[in-house]
């Protein structure tokens, strides 16, 4: 009896990198977007939110359900230049985002990029979209969030073009007090003060960055912390403002650590100022471990 004849082997019909296994893809996409008609990042019912209307381009995309995990849970209103979160993807839905005939040496994912630009409003673009490396959790890895507030003290308010992403501060602001103050901020500390209040969770944080610069009528404070609470930015602004307006003192601001419930005395800076504008993490070895410290709940 002759031997059995293998069949002969075809040759793939899609390209190499695209795997056909069951398990998901994690993806990690660099997102901008402009926050002013949004109701924040978080997905809400009935609500119009940058998460909401990136999850539904990507599921039109896949063909499959997909939901977004962001390393900043934006406000209604604020604005980001530099966003970072993650995706989940079937393995077989992640065939759809190739096209039938790639150009040879376009990056991986340039075809999903582009479909997305046709996808989305324009008031948000994702900027790059690449493989996570192992461990990657957009939220949970972060070492830390970068943000700038930006106001102008010019006499007739926000030229036209600028008006959506900075606030018009009617009054003269005294920076250099500003600044004194916000350094003694500075550390790891518990925001009660700053933060509104969510059940179970700490407002310990470490901040890393509180600074001023004016270069004109234009005022930023940048702030870089490992993670900021809910409106904690936006309440150290606010705090801060009434020093630079010398309605309040240095000391009185340093004080407000003490407090153990989110302070009344002060009002959070409005929103339109406020831009995400970078996440760092640490390198790819690192990733998993970040998170087991991220995780871990920080107490008084």
């Known amino acids: 009896m002759s031997p059995r004849r293998k069949p002969p082997t075809r040759p793939p019909t899609r390209v190499t990198r695209q795997t056909t296994s069951s398990e998901d893809v994690r993806l990690r996409l660099d997102i901008a ?3 002013t ?3 924040g990042w978080a997905t809400q019912a009935g609500q ?3 998460a909401g209307v990136i999850d539904e381009a990507l599921t039109t995309v896949f063909r499959t359900p997909v939901k977004l995990w962001a390393a900043g849970r934006t406000d209604t209103g604020v604005h980001a230049t530099g966003q970072v979160a993650h995706v989940d993807v079937p393995a077989a839905a992640l065939l759809n985002a190739y096209p ?3 150009r040879p040496g376009d990056p991986e994912f340039l075809p999903l990029l582009r479909r997305l630009g046709r996808f989305l ?4 673009r994702v900027l790059q979209i690449r493989r996570a490396p192992a461990g990657f959790d957009a939220r949970f890895s972060a070492l830390r969030r970068h943000y700038e507030y930006r106001l102008s003290t010019a006499p007739y308010g926000v030229e036209p073009h600028r008006a959506r992403y900075l606030t018009a501060w009617p009054r003269d602001l005294d920076v250099d007090a500003m600044g004194a103050a916000a350094q003694q901020l500075v550390g790891l500390h518990d925001f009660a003060a700053f933060c509104r209040h969510r059940p179970g969770a700490t407002t310990i944080r470490e901040l890393q960055r509180l600074e001023w610069s004016r270069d004109g009528h234009l005022i930023t404070a940048h702030v870089t912390a490992d993670a900021f609470c809910w409106q904690m930015v936006r309440s150290l602004v606010g705090a801060l403002l009434a020093v630079g307006e010398h309605r309040r003192t240095g000391q009185w601001c340093r004080e407000l650590l003490d407090a153990p419930a989110r302070s009344s005395d002060f009002a959070a800076a409005p929103a339109q100022g406020l831009t995400l504008v970078g996440v760092d993490y640490p390198p790819d070895d690192e ?3 970040r998170i087991l410290i991220t995780r871990d709940l920080r107490t008084r």
């Open 121 to 124: 409003p324009t008031d948000v």
């Open 100 to 102: 039938r005939s790639p």
């Open 287 to 289: 990733l998993a471990s």
């Open 37 to 39: 008609d949004f109701a």
């Open 33 to 35: 977007y402009d926050g």
């Open 48 to 50: 119009r939110t940058v």
